[in-house]
C-alpha cells in the first residue's frame, strides 16, 4: 500500500475544504482508505493508481468527476530533448529522459516536490534500482547536459548537503552512497550529469550536485529520470510531469523517439459486446462516465474510442476502461445475478472444521479479523522469516513476500486499534507459506494489562478438546517471540503443531502496543489430521 499524509488545516488549505470534504464520497468510487489520527489526514491507496498518489492529484481527479471539468487541450509543451545519453551508460543506466517545469517561486510546494519524488522512488523506481529522479534549479546551470561515465577517483564535486570528495569517497562516506552505492554496477567508474561547462548536476541514482540545488525560490527546475528500466523510467516522467502541472507549472517534455506524443492520450477502443460481457450491462451514459474518469472519449462505429492520459500508467486494456466504467456507474447500481454453474458443488471438508473453529472462538467473545498475506520481509526483523517466497516485482515493497506466519499481522492491526478497551481479544484463520509449503494456520491473541501464559493455555485446552479430543501438551523450546520461560511448542497427538505463550516485549512494544501480549498459532492442517 502507499500512504500520504498531511496535517488536517494544512490539507484544507492547499486543496480548499470544498474538495476536503469529497475525499470521502471519492473514496468510495476510487477505493481508496481514510483514517483520521488525531490533526493528521491519511490516504491508503492500492499500487494501482499510482496517478493519484498526492492530494493535488486527487483535487484534479475531484473536480473532473464532481464538476466536470474535462480535459480537452494538451497539457504539455513540446521541445528539444536538453539531456544527451553517452554510450558508455549502455551497461549501467542506458535509460534517461528529462522535463522542464516553468512558474512561481516553488515556497510551500518545495517539500511537497522533494516528498513526490521520494515517493515515486519507493513505488515505481523500486528503491532507486529502476528507476531515480534528479531535479534541478536550471538558472544555475548551463545546457545541454550529458549523461556519462567517468573514473570515481578523478571527478569530484560537493553534493547538495555540502559533502566535497571525489566520486568514490563520496559513495564509501556519505549517507547516500553508503545507502544506494551498490546501484553503480561498475568497479571503477560512476555515471554522472554534466552541464555544458563540465560541471557535475549529479551522480544518479546516487545524489545531486550543489550547483543545481532547488530551493524554495527556484522558479525554472530541469527534471532528469535515469533507470535501468525503460518503462519505469518513461511512466515516473509522466507521472512527475502531470503533479508539476497539477500544482500550476508549465511542463515541457521533449519528443522521445516519436512515442511521447503517442502514448500521451494514447487511444484505446472498447466495443458494447466487452463492456456488456463484463459488466452485465452497458450504461446510456458510457461516453460521460470515461470523460468523469478523466478519459476523452467519443463514439465510434461499433463502440467508443478512449484517450487515455499519460499518468494513467495502469490502463493497459479495454478491461481498465470498463472498470472505470463501473467505478463511475456505481456497483451498487449494477443489479446482481443468479450465476448459471453445470453442477453441484459439495461442501469442503476443511472448511466446515474451520467453521466450527470460528464457532468455538467466537463464543470465547474473541472477534476474528483478517490481514494481508502480503507484506514486506522487514515486518519479519524479529521473528524471522521462513516463507521463502517473495514477489518477483513487487508494486510496492511493503508487499513483496508471503507470509510465514498470521501473528506479525495481527500485531500490526492491533498497534493500529491500540487506543481500544481492554482486554483485545482476537483471532485469524488464513494460510500461510512455511519452507515452500502452503499451511493452514489459527493465530489467537489476547492483549490485557496482565495478559499471562495461563490465558491462552485455557484457549489452547478448549479448542483442541472440543476439536480432535487427542493428546497434546506444550513442550518447553525457545523461540525469539516468547518470552523465555513463558511458552513453548504445542505437541499434538506427537506432532509439532504450533507454538505458545507470552510474546517477547520486544516485539510488541515495537509494534508500539503498551500492554502485554499473549498468544498462540496452530498449524490446522495438524490439528484436522488428528480429528478422531
Given at each position: 500500500?502507499?500512504?500520504?499524509?498531511?496535517?488536517?488545516?494544512?490539507?484544507?488549505?492547499?486543496?480548499?475544504?470544498?474538495?476536503?470534504?469529497?475525499?470521502?464520497?471519492?473514496?468510495?468510487?476510487?477505493?481508496?482508505?481514510?483514517?483520521?489520527?488525531?490533526?493528521?489526514?491519511?490516504?491508503?491507496?492500492?499500487?494501482?493508481?499510482?496517478?493519484?498518489?498526492?492530494?493535488y492529484?486527487?483535487?484534479?481527479?475531484?473536480?473532473?468527476?464532481?464538476?466536470?471539468d474535462?480535459?480537452?487541450?494538451?497539457?504539455?509543451?513540446?521541445?528539444?530533448?536538453?539531456?544527451?545519453?553517452?554510450?558508455?551508460?549502455?551497461?549501467?543506466?542506458?535509460?534517461?529522459?528529462?522535463?522542464?517545469?516553468?512558474?512561481?517561486?516553488?515556497?510551500?510546494?518545495y517539500?511537497?516536490?522533494?516528498?513526490?519524488?521520494?515517493?515515486?522512488?519507493?513505488?515505481?523506481?523500486?528503491?532507486?534500482?529502476?528507476m531515480?529522479?534528479?531535479?534541478?534549479?536550471?538558472?544555475s546551470?548551463?545546457?545541454?547536459?550529458?549523461?556519462?561515465?567517468?573514473?570515481?577517483?578523478?571527478?569530484?564535486?560537493?553534493?547538495?548537503?555540502?559533502?566535497?570528495?571525489?566520486?568514490?569517497?563520496?559513495?564509501?562516506?556519505?549517507?547516500?552512497?553508503?545507502?544506494?552505492?551498490?546501484l553503480?554496477?561498475?568497479?571503477?567508474?560512476?555515471?554522472?550529469i554534466?552541464?555544458?561547462?563540465?560541471?557535475?548536476?549529479?551522480?544518479?541514482?546516487?545524489?545531486?550536485?550543489?550547483?543545481?540545488?532547488?530551493?524554495?525560490?527556484?522558479?525554472?527546475?530541469?527534471?532528469?529520470?535515469?533507470?535501468?528500466?525503460?518503462?519505469?523510467?518513461?511512466?515516473?516522467?509522466?507521472?512527475?510531469?502531470?503533479?508539476?502541472?497539477?500544482?500550476?507549472?508549465?511542463?515541457?517534455?521533449?519528443?522521445?523517439?516519436?512515442?511521447?506524443?503517442?502514448?500521451?492520450?494514447?487511444?484505446?477502443s472498447?466495443?458494447?459486446?466487452?463492456?456488456?460481457?463484463?459488466?452485465?450491462i452497458?450504461p446510456?451514459?458510457?461516453?460521460?462516465?470515461?470523460?468523469?474518469?478523466?478519459?476523452?472519449?467519443?463514439?465510434?462505429?461499433?463502440?467508443?474510442?478512449?484517450?487515455?492520459?499519460?499518468?494513467?500508467?495502469?490502463?493497459?486494456?479495454?478491461?481498465?476502461?470498463?472498470?472505470?466504467?463501473?467505478?463511475a456507474?456505481?456497483?451498487?447500481?449494477?443489479?446482481?445475478?443468479?450465476?448459471?454453474?453445470?453442477?453441484?458443488?459439495?461442501?469442503?471438508?476443511?472448511?466446515?472444521?474451520s467453521?466450527?473453529?470460528?464457532d468455538?472462538?467466537?463464543?470465547?467473545?474473541?472477534?476474528?479479523?483478517?490481514?494481508?498475506?502480503?507484506?514486506?520481509g522487514?515486518?519479519?526483523?524479529?521473528?524471522?522469516?521462513s516463507?521463502?517466497?517473495?514477489?518477483?516485482?513487487?508494486?510496492?515493497l511493503?508487499?513483496?513476500?508471503?507470509?510465514?506466519?498470521?501473528?506479525?499481522?495481527?500485531?500490526?492491526?492491533?498497534s493500529i486499534?491500540?487506543?481500544?478497551?481492554?482486554p483485545?481479544?482476537i483471532?485469524?484463520?488464513?494460510?500461510?507459506?512455511?519452507?515452500?509449503?502452503?499451511?493452514?494456520?489459527?493465530?489467537?491473541?489476547?492483549?490485557?494489562?496482565?495478559?499471562?501464559?495461563s490465558?491462552?493455555?485455557?484457549?489452547?485446552?478448549?479448542?483442541?478438546?472440543?476439536t480432535s479430543?487427542?493428546?497434546?501438551?506444550?513442550e518447553?523450546?525457545?523461540f525469539?517471540?516468547i518470552?523465555p520461560?513463558?511458552?513453548?511448542?504445542?505437541?499434538?497427538?506427537?506432532?509439532?503443531?504450533?507454538?505458545?505463550?507470552?510474546?517477547?516485549?520486544?516485539?510488541?512494544?515495537?509494534?508500539?502496543?503498551?500492554?502485554?501480549?499473549?498468544?498462540l498459532?496452530?498449524?490446522l492442517?495438524?490439528?484436522?489430521?488428528?480429528?478422531?
Open positions: 500500500m502507499v500512504v500520504i499524509r498531511e496535517k488536517k488545516q494544512e490539507l484544507i488549505r492547499n486543496i480548499g475544504n470544498n474538495y476536503f470534504s469529497r475525499l470521502r464520497d471519492f473514496a468510495g468510487i476510487i477505493g481508496y482508505s481514510i483514517e483520521e489520527d488525531d490533526d493528521e489526514f491519511k490516504i491508503e491507496f492500492n499500487p494501482d493508481r499510482p496517478d493519484l498518489f498526492s492530494f492529484a486527487l483535487k484534479s481527479a475531484m473536480r473532473t468527476f464532481y464538476e466536470g474535462y480535459p480537452i487541450e494538451p497539457i504539455f509543451h513540446r521541445m528539444k530533448s536538453l539531456l544527451g545519453v553517452d554510450a558508455s551508460l549502455k551497461n549501467e543506466r542506458p535509460f534517461a529522459l528529462s522535463f522542464t517545469a516553468t512558474g512561481k517561486p516553488l515556497g510551500k510546494y517539500s511537497h516536490i522533494i516528498d513526490y519524488q521520494e515517493r515515486l522512488h519507493e513505488t515505481a523506481g523500486k528503491s532507486r534500482r529502476k531515480a529522479i534528479g531535479i534541478h534549479d536550471l538558472d546551470v548551463k545546457p545541454p547536459f550529458k549523461l556519462t561515465m567517468v573514473n570515481r577517483k578523478r571527478i569530484s564535486f560537493t553534493t547538495y548537503d555540502n559533502f566535497h570528495g571525489t566520486a568514490e569517497e563520496i559513495l564509501q562516506n556519505h549517507d547516500k552512497g553508503k545507502q544506494y552505492g551498490n553503480i554496477l561498475s568497479r571503477d567508474s560512476v555515471p554522472v554534466l552541464d555544458r561547462e563540465g560541471d557535475v548536476l549529479s551522480m544518479p541514482p546516487i545524489i545531486n550536485g550543489i550547483k543545481s540545488r532547488i530551493s524554495e525560490n527556484t522558479s525554472r527546475l530541469f527534471f532528469d529520470i535515469t533507470g535501468t528500466d525503460y518503462n519505469a523510467v518513461f511512466h515516473a516522467l509522466y507521472l512527475f510531469a502531470y503533479e508539476m502541472s497539477y500544482i500550476g507549472y508549465n511542463v515541457s517534455i521533449p519528443e522521445i523517439a516519436g512515442r511521447a506524443g503517442r502514448y500521451d492520450w494514447r487511444e484505446i472498447l466495443t458494447h459486446g466487452e463492456i456488456k460481457k463484463i459488466m452485465g452497458e446510456e451514459c458510457t461516453v460521460m462516465l470515461l470523460r468523469k474518469m478523466g478519459y476523452r472519449c467519443e463514439v465510434s462505429s461499433n463502440g467508443y474510442l478512449a484517450r487515455v492520459p499519460g499518468n494513467r500508467i495502469d490502463v493497459m486494456g479495454p478491461v481498465d476502461l470498463i472498470e472505470d466504467i463501473a467505478k456507474y456505481g456497483y451498487a447500481r449494477i443489479e446482481e445475478r443468479v450465476l448459471v454453474t453445470s453442477g453441484t458443488g459439495h461442501p469442503y471438508i476443511y472448511n466446515d472444521y467453521s466450527k473453529i470460528r468455538i472462538m467466537t463464543s470465547l467473545n474473541y472477534q476474528e479479523v483478517k490481514t494481508f498475506v502480503l507484506n514486506s522487514e515486518f519479519y526483523r524479529h521473528t524471522g522469516y516463507g521463502d517466497v517473495s514477489i518477483e516485482n513487487p508494486k510496492s511493503d508487499y513483496s513476500v508471503i507470509r510465514d506466519k498470521l501473528f506479525p499481522g495481527i500485531m500490526a492491526l492491533l486499534n491500540r487506543r481500544r478497551k481492554l483485545v481479544k483471532f485469524e484463520i488464513g494460510d500461510v507459506v512455511v519452507s515452500g509449503t502452503q499451511e493452514n494456520h489459527l493465530s489467537v491473541l489476547f492483549n490485557n494489562s496482565r495478559a499471562s501464559y490465558d491462552i493455555y485455557q484457549i489452547m485446552e478448549y479448542l483442541i478438546s472440543r479430543g487427542s493428546d497434546y501438551r506444550v518447553p523450546a525457545v525469539p517471540e518470552l520461560g513463558r511458552g513453548g511448542r504445542i505437541i499434538i497427538g506427537g506432532d509439532s503443531a504450533g507454538i505458545i505463550g507470552e510474546m517477547n516485549p520486544a516485539i510488541f512494544e515495537d509494534f508500539g502496543i503498551p500492554n502485554p501480549v499473549a498468544f498459532e496452530i498449524n492442517d495438524i490439528l484436522f489430521s488428528h480429528i478422531k
